[in-house]
């Protein structure tokens, strides 16, 4: 399975590691993506999300909690 957020569509991105004399090797740095379990169209389901996608649905889902408490 590709490591993809299900949310953001973020993927791994690819570049080059650097040695001191600067010798350039490919490499890639993958997403961090987290299992989560979250309600998508009334059914319960893991998704996989990155980690900052994750905490901006938070931080939005709190602010909307703290707006309907008001």
């Keep these: 399975m590709s490591r993809v957020c ?3 569509g973020k993927r791994a991105m690819s ?6 004399s600067l ?3 490919r490499r890639k740095w993958n997403v961090n ?3 989560v379990h979250m309600i998508v169209d009334g059914k ?3 998704v ?4 900052r996608a994750l905490k901006t649905l938070k931080g939005k889902a ?3 909690a703290k707006v309907v408490a008001e």
């Design 44 to 46: 319960p389901q893991t």
């Design 62 to 64: 709190a602010k909307a």
């Design 6 to 8: 299900a949310v953001s």
């Design 15 to 20: 570049g080059n590691n650097r040695s001191h």
């Design 48 to 51: 996989k999300i990155s980690a």
């Design 33 to 35: 993506l987290q299992k």
């Design 23 to 25: 010798r350039a090797t």
